[in-house]
């Protein structure tokens, strides 16, 4: 398999443990034309009782490459593509963010 699908691979099920952990629901978008890989929803309810359905589109990417990003220790910058950083400039009725999980470089400290 490809380097980078097993990236994919490990993103998307590192993502799902998180969710599974904190009691979110993760979709996953096979085929995303509009840079949304998943979509995790939760229910919210207020302190009032009042309950919201809350969703929130992800765009999933993974990196074992310094030349990729640079971590200043407050702030991760990676280089997006610029196709993807517009669709997640774009205006929608559901926000989108951008994960990034970093690796080592090392492949045998891979989980």
Do not use: F
């Amino acid at each position: 398999m490809q380097e980078t699908k097993v990236k994919e691979d490990i993103s998307i099920s590192y993502l799902s443990a998180l969710c599974a952990y904190a009691g979110i629901s993760y979709e996953r978008i096979i085929h995303d034309d509009d840079s949304t890989d998943g979509i995790l929803k939760k229910r919210v309810i207020l302190d009032d009782k009042r309950k919201y359905d809350a969703s929130l589109r992800i765009q999933l990417k993974c990196t074992s490459s310094d030349s990729q990003y640079t971590d200043d220790g407050d702030t991760l910058h990676y280089r997006l593509k610029a196709k993807n950083h517009a669709d997640l400039c774009l205006s929608s009725t559901i926000p989108i963010i951008l994960g990034l999980l970093v690796l080592p470089e090392d492949k045998k400290e891979w989980p």
